[in-house]
């Protein structure tokens, strides 16, 4: 396959960016989006221009360090990851537009490299259920009925991507917070936190400049792992009964 | 941390002053609309029962509650009501459109929205737009009342009619009732979201039925008034 | 030491009679004195020792633990797991990883499941069998203390997940299910449907996470450790802190502590192809090892036999696939070298080569890692290997569900393994319910690791390491859903307990910015950034990566030999000093670069690639994963020497002449004693 590519190139989060054309050929429809990528990356360092940085690490799909927005969709056409996105998934002779995740609190690094520690801070507000090492009962001490187990856990898979926010019109990252409120107040184990943990993680989602949901839909699409829309409905049931409690 | 990341921990954060507290003052003003406009509706096809009732329906408003609440007592809590309710909707909806936009100030260069409504993503400029028809609405209809065939102003029912037999007027209603209607489908069932109440695939899809029932019901129930007119079924 | 003989090795062995010493490394390494584990109280019978040290290691009293510092290099499950239980109790830790965020280290890769002595199901688990799988699951080449540590402590791993909220699989009863995994008799694996390892490290990391809002642990992410500090004062060295480069500004900073901890993981990523994440690396365990910290049997590394093929010369990775399959998949390949291009479907029966049932008619399909990863390399190398050729060689078995899909209906198929089914149709665009899959070996993790005591401390006293990153617990070879039992048993309870002890002598005294120890240190690390920013030579990074990958997966993969070890040493020299000459690496280093953070990386890979192969090439031996050519019984399979080999090789740096020449690395010999366990020999026929 042949390609046009186009990419965000900027040297550094103060520089200014635009986008640079590239014409890729023998590109094989078994290569994955990120491994094109990388042979662009060879062709360009041969040729003396730096090469496009890039972030990837686990690259099956679980580690959520790939990020691009491809055509205007957040990890490109498929419901997955950008490591697990094929080039069968494209046609010989495409433009490609490759851009960064954009959203004020994600702010680019390099190219298409941009900063996530905003999601790490959500986390540290509340995100977790309190409790030090050696301080836990035996596992069996409280049963948890399978079907919420099962619910914890499908809202748990989620791998941080920050899809969501790139897809979201309004750049709200109520997905992401959602499915962690969720996960953990699922649990019987997560209730003595739960009004405290959804007022805190929220607070600090907005604190960090997200915008707020209005409900559009396009983060449930876009997230590599699925997560409802229902996560959204919780976090904002679960917001309710903080301030019904007074928090 | 990175050079970049700057931004420390809130404490202390109270659930009144989160985004979500905003998106709940839209969700219950936004049902009081909804409730308003229902009734509203129901209100304007009395033009279908001739100007008689039209007209004796619009003067029992003002009678309506007494002798609890003085002439017009019912009707002026009916608008007090109304307008918290907009000035809540409208307050909540810039200061959360101007989050938005701070939260995306580069845009992408290409950007598809695959996976949304219309209806969805043109709830600002739709809400705008409502906005300045409502106040258009109430020019013509409440104070000071305009009659754009130039002539009385003083019988509400001769007032529909004279309105609605101008072809551009009834236009420019129609449009607004698609605008309305459009809000709505998205609108309610946004509410429900917001309000905690679709959190299974099942409640989401009842939800978004919901929210197309009314809008079809209110917006088609609102239009059929100025057709008819147009039409010259109903007349003077 | 004695060998215990087994009814399998009683024929004459084609090769080595058991106690012929050959010495295929000579001249490679020198001898250096024996080292022993003085920490692990041997006097005590085995299920004692724990319980003896956590009471004999000193303690810091709470106001004192907030003067004492720790570093912690490496946010995985046992870098995660120890950074948040060190913050609880109150000391000062600076944690450091690569990735944006600590919740992206590799242990979220992770599938199977974890591991515990829980004995839930009433099905005679017990601590102490969990110990002897594995030992035995290690072929008795783990430190015993150590394994029945594992084993003790993975009852609380469970305990503590699920307190954190870790969402594991459950039944109707609200209980937690349990599976059979890796072969063993009993179930005792739990799991959080086939991504266990995520649901572990983000309970850690959140735990980590409220650490840091806490206030007790700082976290630097988008930081590489490029080198240690090691202070020597007159009362012997001391580890006191790192060198890091923040890759996105490229600025060099030290930071000191009082202790340093390395949870790195492995080093798969030597072979190019692994299923290790890109960025995996063995960096700061090698700056550490070239400070003087032993690397503990380097040639153990572990093999996975079902991994989806090489489809180019692009790919990037290796993605694993449960070894669940091989429970209803059947392995072939075509018996004649012609068929290999047909379609696999038009082959009839009797031309196809069901080679595991054929060679081990009572195991089949189900033989032991090694052994299935082994054949499929000798299949591959006999030029029955199916799917695309990749310089030259079509590197590919046949899993085929057929008979499977025939017998249990394809509905079971699709719920037993839909999900991988799924992903093996993403990536290769294949159906696996019409046509056989293709599977082929590939590197999934390293016993080996630096040396470590019983209390996870190095030779170097103050760098302590930790999970995979050390070589301690798993032996030559790693049970099935033990990976994250180790990583979150070092992290959670026992470098806590152990690294008190050492920190009861603190605070040490404050190390300065002109210290010559740190001074040194930032200066190897500019002087190597300098050089591969002004070599502007021809070749890119990744190019010399592949290489070396393909000389280590070719001679020091799953079939070793002397000869081609030998071989594979002086290939790895000269494309090493072709690397220093030649590489390409653009752009600048006050910025973010990374070809500049690979070329490190790759670096080091050289260099560890070349002691693995010595390794390799002195265990003149066939255990665990690794099979020597020279080390075989009369029908061709894997011969261990207890009486020769029952020892850990703990290598200790050769140092450095001029033009980057490396010294010969000194080997120290840990004798393995088993009190509580005899040694066997396996098989499998």
């Given at each position: ?29 078994d ?15 041969a ?25 205007g ?15 069968r ?8 537009t ?23 801070r ?95 839909g396009?983060?449930?699409?876009a ?25 | ?14 659930s ?36 008689d ?29 109304l ?15 101007r ?35 409502i106040a ?11 009659n ?47 309000l ?41 | ?63 004192k ?31 450091f ?18 591991n ?26 783990s430190r ?20 954190q909220?870790?969402p ?52 630097f ?12 004062d007159?009362?012997?060295?001391r ?19 009082d ?94 080569d ?6 081990y ?15 499929a ?15 030259g ?103 806590p ?53 393909n ?58 690639g ?25 029908d ?10 029952a ?8 140092g ?30």
């Amino acid at each position: 396959m042949t390609l046009t590519l186009k990419i965000w190139r900027q040297a550094d989060a103060a520089a200014e960016g635009r986008l640079h054309t590239y014409q890729l050929d023998e590109v094989s429809p078994d290569m994955s989006f990120l491994e094109m990528l990388d042979v662009l990356n060879e062709q360009l360092n041969a040729a003396g221009e730096e090469p496009v940085a890039f972030d990837s690490d686990c690259r099956e799909g679980i580690c959520g360090m790939c990020s691009l927005m491809i055509n205007g969709e957040a990890h490109g056409p498929e419901v997955t990851t950008t490591c697990q996105l094929h080039m069968r998934s494209f046609a010989d002779g495409d433009t490609i537009t490759i851009e960064p995740w954009r959203a004020a609190p994600f702010p680019v690094l390099k190219d298409l490299v941009v900063d996530r520690s905003a999601f790490d801070r959500i986390i540290q507000s509340g995100g977790y259920i309190s409790v030090n090492t050696g301080a836990a009962p035996d596992a069996h001490a409280i049963p948890v009925p399978k079907q919420n187990a099962d619910r914890a856990f499908d809202m748990a898979t989620c791998i941080g991507c920050g899809a969501c926010v790139a897809a979201c019109p309004n750049g709200s990252a109520s997905l992401f917070v959602g499915a962690k409120v969720t996960h953990l107040g699922e649990l019987p184990q997560g209730q003595a936190e739960r009004d405290h943990r959804v007022v805190n993680m929220v607070a600090q989602h907005d604190h960090e400049g997200f915008g707020g949901c209005t409900n559009i839909g396009e983060c449930a699409a876009a997230c590599p792992k699925e997560i409802p829309l229902d996560v959204i409905s919780q976090l904002n049931r679960d917001l309710r009964a903080a301030m019904r409690h007074g928090h | 941390m990175t050079s970049v990341a700057t931004t420390d921990l809130v404490r202390g954060g109270r659930s009144t002053r989160t985004t979500i507290a905003l998106k709940l003052t839209m969700a219950v003003s936004g049902l009081v609309f909804v409730l308003w406009v229902l009734a509203h509706m129901y209100g304007n096809l009395k033009a279908f029962a001739g100007h008689d009732a039209f007209d004796e329906y619009a003067g029992h408003l003002r009678t309506m509650g007494q002798p609890i609440f003085p002439h017009a007592g019912a009707l002026w809590i009916i608008r007090a009501i109304l307008v918290v309710a907009i000035v809540a909707h409208v307050t909540s909806a810039v200061i959360l459109w101007r989050r938005a936009e701070g939260a995306r100030t580069t845009r992408y260069q290409v950007k598809k929205n695959k996976h949304s409504s219309l209806s969805s993503r043109t709830m600002r400029w739709g809400g705008l737009a409502l906005l300045l028809f409502i106040a258009w609405h109430l020019i013509n209809f409440s104070a000071p009342r305009v009659n754009v065939t130039g002539g009385s102003t003083a019988d509400p029912y001769d007032l529909v009619v004279d309105s609605f037999s101008t072809w551009w007027l009834t236009l420019v209603y129609l449009v607004a009732m698609l605008a309305l209607g459009m809000h709505i489908r998205h609108g309610f069932w946004s509410a429900c979201q917001t309000l905690g109440w679709t959190s299974t695939t099942r409640a989401r899809h009842r939800a978004k039925s919901a929210g197309i029932f009314l809008a079809v019901l209110i917006a088609g129930g609102f239009s059929l008034v100025p057709i008819f007119v147009l039409a010259g079924v109903i007349t003077k | 030491m004695t060998d215990m003989p087994d009814t399998t090795t009683t024929g004459n062995p084609s090769h080595d009679a058991p106690g012929d010493v050959v010495d295929d490394a000579a001249g490679y390494y020198r001898e250096g004195d024996p080292i022993a584990d003085t920490k692990s109280p041997d006097d005590q019978p085995v299920e004692r020792r724990w319980s003896e040290r956590k009471f004999s290691a000193r303690m810091a009293n709470p106001a004192k633990r907030r003067t004492l510092s720790v570093i912690v290099v490496g946010t995985g499950l046992a870098g995660a797991s120890a950074a948040a239980t060190l913050g609880e109790a109150g000391y000062q830790v600076k944690t450091f990883c690569y990735q944006d965020s600590p919740r992206r280290a590799h242990s979220i890769a992770a599938q199977g499941g974890i591991n515990a002595a829980k004995n839930y199901k009433g099905d005679g688990d017990s601590v102490y069998r969990l110990f002897y799988d594995t030992v035995k699951g290690g072929d008795y080449r783990s430190r015993e203390s150590n394994s029945y540590r594992l084993a003790e402590v993975s009852v609380n791993i469970i305990d503590q997940a699920v307190a954190q909220g870790v969402p594991f699989a459950r039944e109707y009863g609200g209980l937690l299910d349990n599976r059979s995994f890796g072969g063993v008799q009993v179930s005792r694996t739990f799991y959080a449907r086939g991504q266990t390892g995520q649901q572990l490290l983000i309970g850690a990391y959140q735990a980590l996470e409220r650490q840091v809002a806490a206030g007790t642990v700082e976290t630097f992410t988008r930081h590489e450790m490029l080198e240690l500090v090691v202070v020597d004062d007159g009362s012997g060295p001391r580890t006191r802190g790192i060198i890091t480069r923040d890759l996105v500004t490229g600025a060099i900073d030290t930071h000191i502590a009082d202790a340093v901890v390395l949870a790195t993981g492995g080093y798969g990523n030597v072979y190019y192809l692994s299923t290790n994440a890109m960025g995996s690396n063995v960096t700061a365990s090698w700056r550490a090892h070239r400070k003087g910290a032993f690397f503990g049997n380097p040639c153990y590394t572990q093999i996975h036999p079902t991994c989806i093929p090489v489809s180019g010369t692009h790919q990037s990775k290796l993605t694993l696939m449960s070894e669940s399959l091989r429970n209803d998949g059947r392995i072939w390949v075509p018996k004649d070298p012609a068929d290999v291009t047909r379609d696999p479907r038009d082959i009839a029966e009797e031309d196809r080569d069901y080679y595991l049932e054929r060679i081990y008619p009572s195991f089949g399909n189900l033989v032991p890692r090694d052994i299935a990863s082994r054949q499929a390399k000798n299949m591959c190398d006999e030029g029955r290997g199916v799917g695309p050729e990749v310089e030259g060689v079509r590197r590919g078995v046949y899993l085929d569900f057929a008979d499977a899909i025939a017998r249990l209906g394809r509905p079971a198929i699709e719920a037993k393994y839909g999900n991988l089914f799924d992903m093996y149709t993403r990536i290769t665009a294949e159906d696996p319910y019409q046509t056989p899959m293709r599977v082929y070996p590939a590197i999934h993790y390293t016993m080996g690791g630096l040396w470590v005591d019983y209390d996870l401390q190095s030779n170097l006293p103050g760098l302590f390491v930790a999970g995979e990153a050390n070589f301690s617990d798993q032996g030559a070879n790693r049970l099935g859903a033990s990976a994250l039992m180790q990583g979150l048993a070092d992290g959670y309870f026992v470098l806590p307990n152990t690294i008190r002890d050492y920190l009861a002598d603190g605070p040490f005294d404050t190390v300065p910015d002109d210290h010559p120890a740190v001074v040194e240190a930032r200066a190897s690390v500019q002087e190597r950034i300098d050089h591969f920013l002004t070599v502007n030579g021809t070749r890119s990074v990744d190019s010399y990566h592949r290489e070396l990958g393909n000389i280590m997966w070719e001679y020091c993969g799953m079939e070793r030999s002397a000869e081609g070890l030998r071989k594979a040493i002086d290939l790895i020299r000269s494309l090493r000093d072709d690397f220093w000459r030649n590489v390409k690496v653009l752009g600048d280093s006050e910025s973010l670069n990374q070809s500049l953070e690979k070329a490190g990386r790759v670096a080091d890979f050289f260099e560890l690639g070349e002691l693995m192969c010595i390794d390799a090439l002195h265990r003149r031996e066939s255990c665990g994963g690794h099979f020597r050519a020279e080390s075989q019984t009369e029908d061709g399979e894997a011969l261990r020497h207890d009486d020769t080999f029952a020892f850990v090789s703990a290598w200790e740096f050769g140092g450095e002449s001029g033009a980057r020449e490396l010294g010969t690395p000194v080997l120290h010999k840990e004798d393995l004693v088993y009190t509580a366990i005899e040694m066997k020999q396996r098989s499998y026929k």
